[in-house]
């Protein structure tokens, strides 16, 4: 294409990228042109380009580099989509551009940097210029240099992030290239007028001479701060704003640009480093050292390493406790001013991360300032000063104000001094009055100390905290100093220079908080604007209403009215009262006040009253009134007639009037001295109530009290308390003084009148209901009956919510600043509402600190944990016994963060019960210790055990409680937490921050540090974190804005970008709305009715801050409509009232048209995997027409408890509005699908219960379900049938059964089909459950599209392999084949041989399990049950005709009818009528009946048996008694302790009995029962705190008791199948470990009888069956490791090593075949190369052990009995074994067998010759005529080739055929050996191989084998307990039919006990039952057996028998 015409015909993009250069110049040029006409920055266009932009950049030409260039340019500029290629193009730039020599070049390369910064890139082309830099070619370090200054001049530091080019900026300095270093240098000016001083400390490392010539430039600056020039596509607002501002010249521009300038700290710009690494390793130890100047030499090191600027973040807890004991115990001063050094180095370099240790050194220091010497003071002040910086004030006042009262002097001037500098770095906003009011008390009382210098610095402190926070605000409490002492105060506050040298707090021109002043060393980098916080302010500061609301000092002046504090008036004298009285009332009213007689004196007060009613407020002169009302008589009237209109009148007046307390206390004695009186005395009340609504509450109570008891009438005492009592309901408890009525109350209840106890009984009552338990601390020393009527009364009251006020304090300037004041403790979190804080504070508390001795914490941090635990323990029981602690707890709290990470999680649960006690004990100081113990806390949300994270979780909601949440979101410790990856930490936390954060109205903005780590878990491998961050992102975004989050998005990854501002547009449209602030209109009714809510129990409600609303939940109904009733006739009384109309309306049609959309797809089918926005959205808009609007937007709330508060009410109206509910039906069911999708447990809960009622109405109203409304709610109904928690799933199994009732059976079944395809295997599990019922109730016509089809699928899941849904599986099918019988195995179509056999033994347990004859059946029940074909028809009955026990009917219908079977007894049948009358749905056990067990037990006793005869009842009885022993089993695994524990003792009766042998047979089904209930308890009983765990130990008891009394006895001990016995073993074991027995009382004697328990386990049971189990048991436990694993093993391997020390005894007993065979399977799974591989080798050493034991034992002879094993040549065992034994020795002592085994070489044919000549032989005997021959052949061809394998030419063969071979078999065995063949059928098959007994080889008989059989028979005959009884009766023994796997090789394989149990049962049975049958029918082949077999070998074998029994005894 050389040819410029062809290149020309080309579209613009491909002449772009075209190998000549000219069509790309030519490109270039017509794409410039393009780009500069597309009008549209979001074209299609501009995609064509995204990937050719770098080429523009970087074309290898330089001409068309430099058109591409500008081409690139236009295309940044323009087009929207150039954001994406920001990082390939800019690094482009920087390699291709800035190495061009032309200057053209590289000013594009530039100006597409800066466009890239333009349109919001600014991260990336900085990241990709700072990579430049470490170009090796100076000409691009040189330009990236240079580009970095222009966009710094241009966009600013804010734009541009300084941090990072600070720290590249001194290795610039030290390049060898003078262009970079001379550009560095122009780049360092630059920054330095952005930043000033802050650049000073990074740079302080570069050449001195650099560094001068840096600071000779920096002074040519101007002193103005720079502004930016350029702005981003973002900020063109901002540009226009001052553009019109330069144009203004507003003042308020010098704010920005100051703004601007601090808002860099330097501290940001340093690099942390890391000391502790580097501390001396010996620090420790010359720490403690005697010589001092080795303690002088550790320290010095460490200050050296302290004086880093930035300090690393780390554990400094050692550290800070040793120079802490320096600074407090050394002697020598000159190693305390070191100490103080080093820790003010490490306050200073970690900054807010010291404050953790805050607390624990600032005692210290102050106590040490006793010191005199200038140096150590002035060490220990900068320390001190220090520490400050890192904390807050609040976190320190408790400490200062403990040394206040020192009695030495320089103690208390430092202290003082502290404070002074203290608050020079402090706002308003950090000095509420709840922190100042305290300190400046105990400075007042400073500035009358004796010491002038204590006295100079009080005043210092109290005028510095004047100019803080303004006189106004300090002036409340200096009201008791003469004025000489004030104009001190004054002159030291003029005096004062703050931090940034403002000006007084209180000048009426400051319009904006004093928070500028904040310019000291200040983490946060914040706009002042936002009531900033220095670095000390953690807590208290508050959000930016409260600091307008704290300098509101200097805004508006007050009403005159309210200028002082309190309305207080100078008292009058008599004569200048009686002068104003005369100007408002009559004269004749004056003149006969005082007549004597009663008739005037009631006229004139008449008079007085109507001139009272009609004065005005403004000329009435209250104290003159009253005071003429008090003239004599006064109130000492006698007539009761005037005194009650007195009374009256001085309740208007204090009504109507300006009444102040010098009124109040004129008539209050009076008033108090009429209570009492029967006529007066309601007067009396309301008089003092109208006082009390005046001058408060509290006040007046408090007058009102102490008046009374200074009297001495009952009476009056009795009814002041009870107007107190009622008042306290009326006003609320808000500024009551707990502490004043105390010792009356006290007085009270000693009092002699029982009018008075119980009036100050029921005070306390009322006091309860707002103060709750911690009341009771103040009565404890009373007597013990008082304390018992006390105790009643706070019982009445419990649970009760404390009424909303009906009266309110009339408003003065004081009420409005109490009322801000506690508006900072709601938003910070830790009032709670009025009155609560002040309850805790008025508590005793104990200083514990000198407890917390060095002894202690070192013994809770001790590697012993037994010592540790010793340590918490003590702990324990300090806290218990000081019940209420200060927050001084010396070291522990630092103890006790050591702990939440220790390894064992018993003791962290330990430490956070005592965290949870330390909530309880020290209330809102816990503040301090938020970030010691909070933080870590939070760590342990990280843990991978549940029940530890429950534990952290409910720790945490504890301590919010009396924190609130400010301390916790403030710095950066949350975010650090949510950068840990770790799932639980992250799911944990994000849920806590989103139930938290919506109902806070303010946080700090140290929340937006989170931020990233929010957006990094919405990407979360972790499907539960993603769920849980997407939960919380509505709330972040409702306190930081969107635009502040999306803006946060611009660090993202592309990809993940896009994901993340997706999420944030589905927020946004969920935001919660912020919580308003409580109105303050009405006085003290918010507060009131904030603290009246937020009384209730505190364990079972969270902290809320200040949430209205919710409160309104959680404080009850009562105050709920207090509250309603109280608010002004406005919205919110409107609301009431539309809520109490109905909540659905009935639209005509609407149900019908909404489906008639759904079907013409007009709106969206209600179909979903997740419920999208849009469903949600059409959902809200169908409902908008028939649900209430307050409804709507409860139903939709963000908050879940609006959920719950909605479906209540809906509840309610459930019956009352039944039509319209069914109107609303199909709307309300797709609601209640998308809170299936929610994850609270509350919510789901009460949607069941709503549901449940609303499926019985629509049953009652007989309405049936339409397919619209089934197909949107029931196939997410089934979802919930799988949930995890055992209540759900038993409510959606009832509302399905409901569900059936009204929607018919047959079309529930198809969606419980789908519902079975479920991922979740407890949902398959149920639906299988469900399908089975179905098909029981109704019948097989209700599967659908064909029982066939259904009974397919569902016969799939046999093979599942979840256990519960195979169990399931086979359940259903039993159902059916219990409907149709036989024919259930042509449905269920083919199944694996595995599969239909685990059915047949299903099918044959059930026919076992059903009961005798039933009772027959009525025509009309049966008719019933025989339901018309048509199965669309069973939803029209009524409940009353559908039968709820067709499961058992069916049942019993299927099972054969047998009339030799008596029927069960009454106590064991189950009463039909009850279950189905019983309403509740609840299924409870009934109470065990207690039986006369000896009746039970006597049919056992028959008389030995006879030959040839079987007592023909034996079956009938042994059946009874086998019945009620499997009920009583059943009943031992119950869920419920009584139950299990009485069925138990029950057992335990028999077992305790000389008949304990009927329990032969049921050993297996006993253990397993015990088996389940020990894991029923071990998951569940223990884990549930509602139990009393004395119920548990009991029940462990009787378990223990009982297994220890059947392993006692030989005979039943044996019958334990290995199966079981591995179960059993593996249970106790784990109960042996159960750390929590340890906690127990009476759990270590458990553990006791426990190891007991298994030493009789492993004596006395099966030996052979035990070495099994637990060989397989430890082989579970190597490859499936989990917590406890490792102890599991060796506990495993004790008891193997305690069975190989017993095996020389019981050698003989042992079927070594058996026990080989599992020892080749462990060999197998774990081979010799990986059991070295584990941690340990004792698992390696124990099976060498055992093998060697067992080949000393027996010899070479055990290379006989590997026949079990398969493929014996590639077993490593048998390798083992042959290299054990000598090769010598094995030929001389084996020759037979090795004879035989060269035999079996020799004649192995191939594999085809095999199958040939077995063929023939199967034809042989599958022919009429050569059936003998052919069997003949066929054993000796097995007796030639043992290891054969016949199955594939048996498994196609039918049952009969099977059974014929194996007895012909048997038949010729018999013959040619001489005796009768003798199988048990005891034996588990696979383990039951008998080859090793052929005596061919002349072995010894092996006595264990023939006991065993032996034992069978006389089990069979029922002779298994009589002494030496005769076994004749064995020659009538016909052959027993072995299982056909006997003639197969034997597979190695452990069933479950359960399936051994029943497996071994039905054998049993089956052999029983063959033998009864053969016995009865005589059939030629029996006689032909018993014929072949002669007396003689009868006889020759009962000799043998008799010779083992003899033996064995």
Known sequence: MGDDSEWMKLPVDQKCEHKVWKARLSGYEEALKIFQMIPDEKSPEWGKYLGLVKKFVTDSNAVAQLKGLEAALAFIENAHVAGKTTGEVVSGVVTKVFNQPKARAKELGTEICLMYIEIEKAEVVQDELLKGLDNKNPKIVVTCLETLRKALSEFGSKIVTLKPVVKILPKQFESREKAVRE??????????????????????????????????????????????????RSQQGLKAKLQQQAQGHDQSNDDEEEEVATAVDPYELLEAAEILSKMPKDFYDKIEAKKWQERKEALEAVETLAKKPKLENGDYGDLVRALKKVVGKDANVMLVSLA???????????????????????????????????????????????????????????????????????????????????????????????????????????????????????????????????????????????????????????????????????????????????????????????????????????????????????????????????????????????????????????QQLDSANWKERLASVEDFQRAVETMDKTVMPCQALIRMLTKKPGLKETNFQVMQIKLHVVALIAQRGNFSKTSALLVLDGLVDKVGDVKCGGNAKEALTAIGETCSLPWTAEQVVSTAFSQKNPKNQAETLNWLSNAMKEFGFSGINVKAFINNVKTALGATNPAVRTAAITLLGVMFLYMGAPLRMFFEDEKPALLSQIDAEFEKMTGQSPPAPIRFTKKTAAAEEDADDRDEQDEDGGGGGGGGQEIMDLLPRTDISDKISSDLVDKISDKNWKIRKE????????????????????????????????????????????????????????????????????????????????????????????????????????????????????????????????????????????????????????????????????????????????????????????????????????????????????????????????????????????????????????????????????????????????????????????????????????????????????????????????????????????????????????????????????????????????????????????????????????????????????????LKVGESKDGVRKDVRAILAMLCKVYPASKVFPFLMEGTKSKNSKQRAECLEELGCLIEGYGMNVCQPTPAKSLKEIAVHIGDRDTSVRNAALNTVVAVYNVCGEQVYKLIGHLSEKEMSMLEERIKRSAKKTQAAPPKQSATERSQREQPANPNATFLRKPAQEDPNKLNHARQNAQHSESSHPSIPKEFQLDLDMIESDQTGVCELPDLVQHKLDELLEPIMIPEPKMRSVSPHFDDLHNNTASTINFVISQVASGDINTSIQALAQIDEVLRQDKAEVMSGHIDQFLIATLMQLRLIYSTHMADE?????????????????????????????????????????????????????????????????????????????????????????????????AGSPMLSELIMKCLWRMIRRLPENINAINLDRVLLDVHNFMKVFPKEKLKQLKSDVPHRTLKTLIHTLCRLTGSKILDHLSMIENRNESELEAYLRRVFKPSNLLGGKSEHGNERGLRTDDRMSKAKVSDILSEIFKKIGSKENTKEGLTELYEYKQKYSDVDLEPFLKNTSQFFQSYVERGLRV???????????????????????????????????????????????????????????????????????????????????????????????????????????????????????SASPATNLDDLKKRLERIKSKRQ
């Open 871 to 1278: 340590g918490l323990d003590e702990v324990v029981a300090i806290i218990s016994e000081a019940k209420f602690i200060t927050p001084n707890i010396g070291e522990l709290s630092l103890a006790l963060k050591g702990r939440l990470g220790d390894s064992n999680k018993i003791l962290v649960q330990q430490t956070l019960t005592i965290l949870q006690q330390l909530a309880t004990s020290m209330g809102p100081g816990l503040k301090q210790h938020i970030k010691a113990l909070g933080i870590p806390m939070i760590t342990v949300l990280g843990d991978s055990k549940a029940n530890v994270r429950a534990a952290a979780l409910s720790t945490l909601q504890l301590w919010v409680e009396q924190t609130g949440m400010k301390d916790w979101l403030e710095g950066d410790d949350l975010s650090e937490e949510m950068k840990r990856e770790n799932p639980f930490l992250r799911q944990e936390l994000l849920g806590w921050l989103a139930e938290k954060l919506p109902i806070l109205r303010t946080v700090p903005a140290d929340l937006m540090l989170c931020v990233p780590q929010l957006y990094a878990c919405l990407e979360d491998r972790n499907g539960d974190v993603r769920k849980k961050a997407q939960d919380a992102l509505p709330t972040f975004m409702m306190h930081l804005g969107y635009d502040k989050m999306n803006k946060a998005t611009g660090k993202l990854k592309p990809a993940s970008k896009d994901q993340v501002v997706a999420m944030l547009e589905k927020a946004r449209a969920v935001m919660p709305a912020k919580p308003a602030a409580p109105t303050k209109a009405g006085g003290g009714k918010e507060t009131s009715r904030a603290s009246s809510a937020t009384r209730a129990p505190p364990a079972s409600e969270d902290f809320m801050d200040s949430k209205p609303e919710v409160k309104k939940v959680r404080g009850g109904a009562a105050v709920k409509k207090g509250a309603a009733a109280k608010k002004p006739a406005g919205k919110g009384q409107k609301d009431d009232e539309d809520k109490s109309g109905p909540i659905f309306t009935l639209v005509p049609n609407a149900k019908e048209q909404r489906i008639k959309e759904e079907k013409q797809l007009k709106i969206l089918k209600w179909n979903f995997m997740t419920p999208r926005d849009e469903y949600v959205e059409q959902l809200k808009t169908q409902m908008s027409t028939c649900f209430a609007k307050w409804l709507q937007d409860e139903l939709f709330h963000f908050d879940f408890q609006r959920h719950v508060k909605a479906i209540g009410v809906m509840m309610e109206r459930l019956e009352s509005e039944s039509d319209a509910t069914i109107g609303c039906l199909d709307l309300i069911l797709k609601w209640f699908t998308l809170r299936f999708f929610d994850t609270n447990t509350t919510v789901l809960m009460k949607v069941l219960e709503y549901l449940k009622l609303l499926f019985a109405m629509l049953n009652r109203e007989n309405y049936h379900l339409t397919e619209y409304e089934a197909n949107s709610f029931v196939p997410y109904l089934i």
């Open 1586 to 1682: 509602r139990l009393d765990k004395r119920d548990i130990i009991k029940l462990y008891s009787c378990i223990i008791g009982n297994m220890l009394s059947l392993f006692s006895m030989d005979s039943l001990a044996k019958e334990a199948s290995m199966g079981v016995l591995k179960d059993l073993m593996h249970g106790v074991m784990m109960l042996l470990l159960d750390g929590r027995m340890e906690n127990i009382e009476d759990g270590e004697q458990v553990i006791r009888s426990v190891n007991l328990l298994v030493i009789r386990v492993l004596e006395n049971s099966d030996q052979t069956n035990m070495i099994s189990a637990l060989l397989v048991l430890l082989q579970d436990s190597l490859m499936t490791p989990s």
């Open 183 to 232: 550009e560095a240098k122009q780049l360092a000016v630059e920054i330095f007028k952005w930043i000033r001083d802050a650049l000073r400390p990074p740079l302080q490392s570069i050449n001195s001479v650099q560094l001068k010539e840096l600071e000779e430039e920096w002074v040519k600056l101007p002193s103005a701060p720079p502004r930016q020039s350029r702005f981003l």
């Open 340 to 590: 103080a050094k080093c820790l003010a180095g490490l306050a200073t370099g970690l900054r807010k991360k010291f404050g953790t240790y805050a607390g624990q050194v600032v005692p210290t220091i102050l106590e040490k300032f006793k010191e005199k010497k200038p140096q150590v003071v002035q060490a220990l002040q900068e320390a001190i000063d220090a520490i400050f910086l890192t904390t807050t004030l609040q976190n320190l006042s408790e400490d200062v104000l403990a040394v206040m009262d020192n009695k030495n002097p320089s103690i208390k001037q430092q202290a003082s001094l502290f404070l002074s500098r203290s608050f020079r770095h402090c706002t308003q906003a950090m000095l509420p009055k709840s922190a100042l009011k305290p300190l400046c008390a105990a400075l007042i009382k400073q500035v009358n100390d004796s010491a002038p210098e204590v006295r100079d610095a009080a005043f210092e402190a109290l005028g510095t905290a004047m100019k803080v926070v303004g006189e106004k605000a300090v002036n409340p409490f200096l009201a008791d100093l003469d004025k000489l002492k004030l104009d001190k105060i004054k002159e030291c506050a003029d005096k004062v220079e703050l931090a940034g040298g403002s000006k007084s707090a209180g000048g009426a021109a400051e319009k904006k908080p004093a928070a500028k002043a904040a310019e000291a060393p200040s983490k946060s980098s914040g706009p002042p604007r936002k009531a900033p916080s220095t670095a000390g302010s953690k807590a208290s500061a508050g959000p930016a209403k409260k600091g307008k609301a704290a300098s509101a000092a200097g805004g508006k002046a007050k009403k005159s009215a309210a200028e002082s504090k309190d309305f207080v008036e100078t008292e009058l004298a008599v004569e200048a009262c009686e002068e104003l009285a005369a100007g408002v009332l009559p004269a004749s009213c004056l």
């Open 1868 to 1986: 010729i065995e018999s013959e040619r050996e001489g005796k009768p063949r003798i199988q048990s059928s005891s034996v588990i098959p696979q383990h039951g191989s008998d080859s090793s007994l052929n005596s061919s080889n002349n072995e010894e008989v092996n006595l264990a084998m023939y006991y065993e059989k032996l034992k069978v028979l006389r089990q069979r005959h029922g002779t298994e307990n009589t002494a030496r009884q005769s076994v004749s009766s064995s020659e009538e023994e016909p052959p027993q039919r072995a299982a056909i796997s006997s003639l197969l090789p034997p597979k190695p394989s452990v069933a479950s006990s359960t399936d051994m149990l029943h497996s071994k049962l039905s054998q049993l049975k089956e052999s029983r039952e063959l033998y009864q049958q053969e016995h009865n029918t005589h059939s030629p082949t029996h006689t032909h057996a018993r």
